[in-house]
């Protein structure tokens, strides 16, 4: 067997390097605990000695080893989720209800100092309030009003969080599931309600379209009395201006005949009746009308014949 000699200046050397060694490390980890580098959305709340000396950052912040400890405290709005839970509502229906909420760190400090673990405090006061919101609630409006009740929750929900430096921005609920029996009752309710809307909907088509059909037959025979109106008012005019040209007409005839019959001979009157007396004659009609004026004729024609038949006076 070997052995390598081993002096004792060497085993010195590896001995102080190996204590340098530790030594160093020592003080850097003692320099990486002093030393902490703050993002812009967090804060170092800083204890010294147990007393809050206050709320580091954002940047380098130096602490005091073995006297300073921090905690980082996230300033970024936070959203958590409330798993589904059985609530019980004012008419003693059990529904499941999850919900989700936001909320946002104000004051670093008081998040710390004032509550232990504000995570599962925060979560158990949600659940609470929740079931003490829903209990006071009805079904249907429990399923109608959800807008309500997410402001009632955050409203609750805030009053407690604002002593721990914390405001809660929004509530939302995600889901609520009635029982079962509920669940298909409101579905047939659902589907009654449809059905008396689509009839109520198809009798106000029918009805909108009979008013529409009336409304149009009412528009046509207004028109069609309007152009019967004006017909009758065209066709009156017509016949009122083609009796007026008729009278005219009538009444220039009347005028000519009257001025042709001054210039006419009273014999040749006579003969034009006696023309007209012949010519009825002729008709096989028994029957004879004499106009009035014959008498008078007659006498003329009498006078006419005797002047003729009495003798010329001799003359000596």
């Known amino acids: 067997m070997f052995y390598t000699p081993v002096f004792a200046g060497d085993a010195a050397a590896m001995g102080f390097l190996c204590f340098v060694g530790i030594l160093a490390l020592f003080f850097l980890g003692i320099l990486a605990s002093a030393i902490k580098i703050i993002p812009e959305y967090q804060r170092l709340v800083v204890f010294r000695l ?10 380098l912040v130096l602490l005091i080893p073995f006297i300073d400890r921090g ?13 589904h839970q059985t609530c019980i509502t004012k008419d003693n229906a059990a529904i499941a209800v999850d919900f989700i909420w936001y909320y946002k760190v104000l004051d670093a400090e008081q ?25 006071g609630i009805l079904l249907d409006d429990v399923l ?5 009740i997410n402001n009632m929750l955050r409203a609750r929900l805030d009053e407690v969080t604002e002593r721990w430096g914390v405001k809660v921005t929004n509530v939302e609920i995600r889901e609520i599931v009635p029982p079962k ?6 579905d047939r309710q659902m589907s009654a309600e449809r059905e008396r809307r689509a009839l109520v909907t198809e009798s106000l088509g029918k009805r909108e379209a009979a008013i529409n059909v009336a409304e149009g037959e009412k528009q046509a025979a207004i028109l069609r009395a309007e152009g019967e109106k004006q017909s009758a008012i065209l066709k009156a005019e017509g016949e009122k201006k083609a009796q007026l040209l ?7 005839a009347l005028e000519r005949i009257y001025n042709v019959a001054q210039t006419v001979d009273p014999k040749t009157m006579t003969l034009q009746y ?10 096989p009609s ?15 024609f009498m006078r006419l014949r005797g002047e003729s038949e009495t003798p010329e006076p001799r003359q000596d």
Not at 144 to 148: K, N, T, Y
Not at 181 to 186: N, P, R, T
Not at 286 to 300: A, N, V
């Open 286 to 300: 028994t029957k004879f009308i004499f106009p009035m004026e014959f008498t008078g004729l007659m006498s003329d």
């Open 274 to 283: 006696f023309e007209t007396l012949k010519t009825m004659g002729t008709s």
């Open 181 to 186: 029996k509920i669940q298909e009752a409101m």
């Open 50 to 59: 147990g007393r809050v000396v206050g709320a580091k950052g954002p940047g």
């Open 71 to 83: 905690i980082r405290v996230d300033l970024r709005e936070q959203v958590r989720e409330i798993p």
């Open 144 to 148: 109608s009003e959800r807008e309500h």
């Open 246 to 252: 008729r009278a005219e007409g009538f009444a220039a």
């Open 111 to 135: 998040s710390v100092i004032q509550v232990g673990n504000f995570e599962a405090a925060a979560q158990g006061m949600a659940t609470t309030t929740l079931r003490a919101v829903i209990g």
